[in-house]
């Protein structure tokens, strides 16, 4: 497997801080306070700071390590039935524009590379390629007949050929720039080949019965003409498809990790716009690695002037989508920052804040589309926002709520349910629940006939006993207990009782 080694010597990049990166800056805060060793952007940049930088001429290594593996890999990978017929079958897909060709062949805005010409060499390819796919299965079915009737000298002969048109079958289809899984690819042809195994390995202990061998025969039957190779074949393909994977991502971590304070130095000027620090470290990590897989060494760039283009638009579209509660879209979100500029321009101008006629007269926006920039300037407050130090305590929490009834407002309605009952215990049952019912103290109030049914007496008798029991319920020490509950009118500061 070809490496390419960490430099023993740092070399700094020419548009990276004279820090050497903002490591130092974390180092000058947090030396003199061991404590916060424990802080998790610090440790980051300890860690960080034991990868060394990489040269140009490393950067141009691992690049190319990165590319010459990746075709290698998928060279390996369409010399395989399996995977060539999957990919033809994608390919006629995409030619039929079942699928979108961008999604599934690597295009670039260079001339050579654009979406027509993809799809061009695409349209002049496919028809040799499933010509040679054909061709391949005739040539693999006259190798096993070959084989089964002894002609040894044909079946290599047939063999031979059958090599050469699998080598160039791949060659035409690499050329079209299809994307492959490498992970997938590996994993489907492993399990190829493990069952293949166990199929051979069964049919040569003779176990099982008549039925399960020729099962067993069609089966592995299926699988060599499927994939135009024998078990032990496909077991050195899968190993060298396993290492040529291997070095290609080893040459991806040698690239990307050389290249992490690049990521950092980019982030620093996006704090404070809605992201944590190491949020945005982490998006930035994220636009490095997927310029990794775009960067096309040949075009003679500096991998950090084309990486610096993938970070900055990983870490703005990251800032687009979670920095506000409520996403806004990202041609808005531009517009946005330029509106900004333009109030605090007219504040600083004017002296005052500007008024919506003001901002008219500044911008050739409409007087709609300026109220929705004003709306979209407001940024929203989640009422999950923790405050405190401890974070338990949530902002809604101290928000009152409109729908309820105010805290004082319960409570007195708490002690007067209190005070009633103790009033109403000193009635008789009967004038109790008449009283509860009648006034709705346990629900909705009752009329004097629905009360009267239910204690089987007139109307006329639940009124008498109402009266009975609210007269009892004005003298004595009852009336006490509830009179300061009675509510007041006092326009003219006398507070008369009503």
């Not at 190779?229 to 990307?256: F, H, Q």
């Not at 703005?316 to 920052?337: E, N, W």
């Not at 901002?359 to 589309?369: L, R």
């Not at 920039?373 to 709520?401: C, H, Q, Y």
Request: aromatic share 4%; net charge positive; hydrophobic share 35%.
């Amino acid at each position: 497997m070809r490496r390419i080694l960490f430099p023993s010597m740092a070399h700094a990049e020419d548009f990276i801080d004279d820090d050497t990166g903002a490591e130092r800056q974390f180092d000058a805060h947090g030396a003199a306070d061991g404590s916060r060793i424990d802080d998790p952007v610090r440790m980051y940049m300890m860690q960080m700071g034991e990868i060394p930088l990489l040269t140009r001429e490393e950067e141009n290594a691992a690049a190319w390590q990165i590319r010459s593996e990746r075709r290698r890999f998928r060279l390996l990978a369409l010399e395989s039935g399996t995977v060539l017929a999957a990919t033809t079958k994608k390919l006629c897909a995409i030619r039929d524009k079942k699928c979108r060709l961008d999604r599934n062949i690597d295009v670039s805005t260079t001339k050579e590379n654009t979406v027509e010409a993809a799809r061009a060499r695409l349209e002049a390819v496919l028809p040799t390629v499933q010509e040679l796919r054909a061709r391949n299965a005739a040539t693999y079915s006259e190798v096993l007949t070959g084989r089964k009737r002894g002609h040894t000298r044909i079946a290599a002969h047939e063999q031979q050929r059958l090599q050469r048109d699998r080598r160039k079958a791949a060659v035409l289809a690499e050329e079209t720039g299809v994307y492959l899984n490498r992970d997938t690819v590996i994993a489907q042809l492993a399990a190829d080949r493990d069952r293949m195994e166990e199929l051979s390995l069964l049919l040569k202990t003779g176990e099982g019965s008549k039925e399960e061998r020729r099962m067993w025969r069609k089966e592995l039957s299926i699988l060599l003409t499927r994939g135009q190779e024998t078990p032990a074949s496909l077991r050195r393909r899968v190993a060298a498809l396993v290492e040529t994977r291997d070095a290609c991502e080893e040459g991806r971590r040698i690239l990307s990790s050389g290249n992490l304070r690049l990521v950092v130095s980019v982030a620093k000027r996006y704090r404070n716009k809605g992201l944590s620090f190491l949020d945005l470290i982490q998006e930035g990590n994220t636009g490095l690695l997927r310029a990794v897989d775009k960067f096309d060494v040949r075009r003679g760039f500096k991998f950090s002037t084309y990486s610096t283009w993938w970070i900055r638009q990983a870490i703005t579209r990251a800032i687009a989508d979670h920095s506000r509660d409520v996403r806004l879209p990202v041609h808005q979100i531009d517009q946005l920052g330029g509106f900004r500029q333009l109030l605090r321009n007219l504040t600083q101008d004017l002296g005052h804040e500007p008024t919506l006629e003001e901002i008219i007269g500044a911008t050739e926006m409409s007087t709609e589309q300026i109220q929705i920039m004003l709306s979209a300037v407001r940024v929203p407050v989640s009422l999950n926002k923790p405050i405190g130090g401890n974070g338990e305590t949530e902002w809604g929490e101290f928000l009152l709520d409109e729908s309820e009834p105010p805290p004082w407002e319960t409570s007195h309605q708490h002690q007067l349910r209190a005070r009633l009952e103790e009033v109403l215990r000193t009635l008789p049952q009967r004038d109790r629940e008449v009283i509860r019912l009648r006034y709705g103290l346990d629900g909705a109030p009752l009329t004097l006939q629905e009360i009267g049914k239910i204690f089987s007496v007139s109307r006329e008798r639940v009124r008498q006993i109402e009266g009975k029991s609210v007269r009892k319920l004005q003298v004595g020490n009852r009336s006490k207990i509830l009179e300061g509950f009675l509510e007041t009118d006092t326009p003219d500061g006398n507070g008369q009782e009503e």
